[in-house]
């Protein structure tokens, strides 16, 4: 099922269903040949996880969301957020699928003109078209309406963008980057977003590695935007889509957050119970004493409605439902806390070997800690909901 799919009702799989359940198979098994070693190998020799990503692209696993017309799998959210899932199950997580085809594939398919789609939409299916996402400015952060990357059409008709970019992910391993600019008027005031896709070595871009605790292998980058210019046939939704183009990638990056967060804290409580299992320190193991058991447990109670709440997400985007937006956010939310609480509690469990970096958990708690911040943060999640959930007044 596609983002244009016609509107049907949402149905959560609690079961997965046998094509589901092969899907998770076949991921799980790609990614558990590569696992956690992988990822840390190429974090610390600063290269992309480029033989993960085409093994995958290979199968069709990059593109499992988008319509099958275009060569996608035609699964939705529903397959690509299982197949997040699994890749962090085995410690394996790709930020480029969360902005390749959840962001800027969603976007194209839902805005895109029928030449921008057969242009652009075979590639991200194959996984060979990567499409990083640059939305974040260093002085409006949160505050998306505030960008101040500017394009402006020239005597030619091309637009040209100047401004700045920055926490931009997995650039290095990208073909094209989504920029959004504001469209400069006349007058020089800025008006609506616009959304453009810029070749990530294009004339006029230079970029600039940003030092980062997390260890993964796609890099965070400065994006620095000197007049790169494109054509009429770069602009995603035209002119007047506004903030609502942009908005058609964002639950898609939601519920891939959503899903990466319950994959790895699941990972780490099941890395936990397993030590808590078998370790013994006062002749029993240290998981009879409910000091652990209990937090354990909760993690469990957590993690598995963060589960559930990401499935909702996933049924209700697929189906076309505008509840999406409330359920993408409640989930991210959900995710995100019981990730870091999982992460946390396991290396709480793992004593003196939760800090050591055999164990493998110091390697997740910054990307668990991410999912707080980012894509969006905890804090504007609950303003959703205060507003739009609850009817609150809007604090800022
Ligand atoms: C590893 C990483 C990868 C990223 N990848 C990308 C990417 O690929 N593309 C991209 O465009 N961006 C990316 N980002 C940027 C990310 O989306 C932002 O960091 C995030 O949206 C928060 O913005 P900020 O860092 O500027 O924080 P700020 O906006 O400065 O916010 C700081 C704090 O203030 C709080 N706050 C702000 N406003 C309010 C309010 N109204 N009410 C209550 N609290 C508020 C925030 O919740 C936060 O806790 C990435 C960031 C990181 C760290």
Redesign the pocket.
């Known amino acids: 099922m596609s983002a244009t799919a016609e509107r049907s009702e949402p149905v959560i799989q609690l079961v997965p269903s046998d094509e589901e359940r092969l899907l998770r198979e076949a991921v799980s098994g790609i990614a558990s040949c590569y696992g956690a070693k992988y990822m840390r190998e190429k974090a610390d020799a600063g290269e992309p996880p480029t033989e993960l990503w085409d093994a995958l692209a290979e199968k069709g696993y990059c593109g499992v969301n988008l319509p099958e017309e275009f060569g996608g799998g035609g699964l939705g959210m529903t397959g690509l957020a299982a197949v997040q899932e699994e890749l962090a199950l085995q410690g394996t997580t790709q930020l480029l699928l969360v ?1 390749s085809p959840a962001i800027a594939g969603s976007i194209l398919v839902a805005r895109g003109s029928r030449e921008q789609q057969e242009e652009w939409l075979p590639g991200l299916a194959r996984g060979t078209t990567r499409i ?5 400015e260093p002085d409006a ?3 998306t309406h505030n960008i101040k990357t500017r394009a402006k059409q020239n005597a030619e008709g091309n637009w040209v963008l100047k401004g700045q ?1 920055t ?3 997995g650039v290095e391993h990208a073909t094209h980057i989504l920029i959004v600019a504001r469209q400069e008027l006349d007058d020089g005031t800025l008006g609506l977003p616009l959304v453009f896709i810029v070749d990530v070595d294009a004339a006029g871009l230079t970029r600039e590695s940003i030092p ?1 605790a ?1 260890r993964l292998p796609d890099k ?1 980058w400065t994006l620095y935007i000197d007049g790169i210019e494109v054509g009429d046939e770069r602009l995603v939704g035209g002119t007047t889509g506004g903030i609502g183009t942009l908005f058609d990638g964002l639950n898609p990056e939601r519920i891939m957050a959503a899903a990466g967060s319950v994959g790895a804290g699941d990972r780490a409580l099941r890395q936990a119970a397993e030590y808590a299992r078998e370790r013994e320190v006062w002749g029993k193991p240290i998981g009879t004493h409910q000091g652990l058991s209990h937090p354990l447990a909760k993690c469990k109670v957590d993690i598995e409605l963060a589960r559930v709440m990401t499935q909702k997400a996933c049924a209700l985007y697929d189906a076309g439902f505008k509840g999406a937006g409330e359920a993408s956010n409640m989930a991210k939310y959900a995710a995100a806390e019981a990730c870091v609480e999982c992460v946390d509690q396991a290396i709480q469990v793992h004593g003196g070997n939760g800090i050591a970096l055999e164990y493998g958990l110091t390697d997740m708690w910054w990307g668990a800690r ?1 999912n707080k ?8 999640i609950l ?1 959703y909901v205060a507003e739009h959930s609850l009817g609150l007044p809007k ?2």
């Open positions: 902005v990083a996402f640059a939305v974040t952060g949160t505050n970019k926490y931009i992910s980062m997390l965070q991410l911040i980012a894509p969006v943060s905890r804090e504007m303003n604090s800022y």
